[in-house]
């Protein structure tokens, strides 16, 4: 079966950097993806870690340790409109497309 | 063009109604995918057709019919749905296992 893991909130200030930590238990592990959601939208693509180590995306950036199966998303500079549900799916070669998403985490931006 | 658009965006139906959603890409992505989430919860994968043919189910009910009439195309027929089938219905499309693009959506209440 598949489980993950992540923190149900984090609040912080604007500007501040914020930390996601994904833990992940999965067969035949593919990736790891990162979605945002805002209140009332769709997901949308983040970035994705299919090997060990940081990919970097303007202000977002998600690193990924196979070994530890852990992952995490960083956000740097945090701006209000950062403020949105964020999501880590895994997808596994047992299955092809299909994504076990986790719990989601809250980031609240405050002024 | 990486949209993906779904109608209707809202829709309410009584339970012995029949309706269908519809979802288009043309991205030439070859999976397509429903989705259904509840609020506060995260994506929950209904289907998933690649090539045009249906390659998961995820034990969902009979009152839930997918139809797949086109590479670009992709239905959701509604029959006979309960209240607790309220939420809102992502499709979703990709050429890859590494990231999906959603639609806006459509949200459904039953009553």
């Known amino acids: 079966g598949q489980s993950l893991e992540q923190p149900s909130e984090v609040t912080a200030v604007e500007g501040a950097i914020v930390q996601i930590n994904c833990t992940y238990q999965t067969s035949g592990f593919y990736g790891l993806s990162w979605y945002q959601q805002h209140d009332g939208g769709a997901p949308t693509f983040l970035s994705y870690?299919?090997?060990?180590g940081l990919e970097e995306t303007g202000r977002f950036s998600s690193f990924l340790s196979r070994s530890d199966s852990y992952g995490y998303l960083l956000l740097q500079e945090l701006q209000m409109k950062d403020s949105a549900s964020y999501f880590c799916a895994v997808g596994s070669t047992d299955s092809w497309g299909k994504l076990q998403f986790g719990a989601g985490t809250q980031v609240v931006v405050t002024p | 063009d990486t949209e993906v658009t779904q109608t209707p965006k809202h829709l309410v139906m009584g339970m012995t109604n029949k309706k269908s959603l519809k979802c288009e890409q043309h991205?030439?992505?070859?999976?397509m995918y429903w989705y259904k989430q509840k609020a506060k919860k995260p994506p929950e994968l209904m289907f998933v057709y690649s090539y045009e043919k249906l390659s998961i189910n995820e034990s969902v009910p009979s009152r839930f019919s997918p139809e797949c009439p086109n590479s670009s195309l992709l239905n959701l027929h509604l029959h006979a749905l309960q209240p607790e089938d309220s939420a809102l219905y992502l499709c979703a499309s990709s050429q890859d296992n590494r990231e999906q693009y959603f639609g806006p959506g459509t949200r459904l209440t039953v009553t």
């Open positions: 870690n299919a090997l060990d």
């Open positions: 991205m030439g992505h070859r999976a």
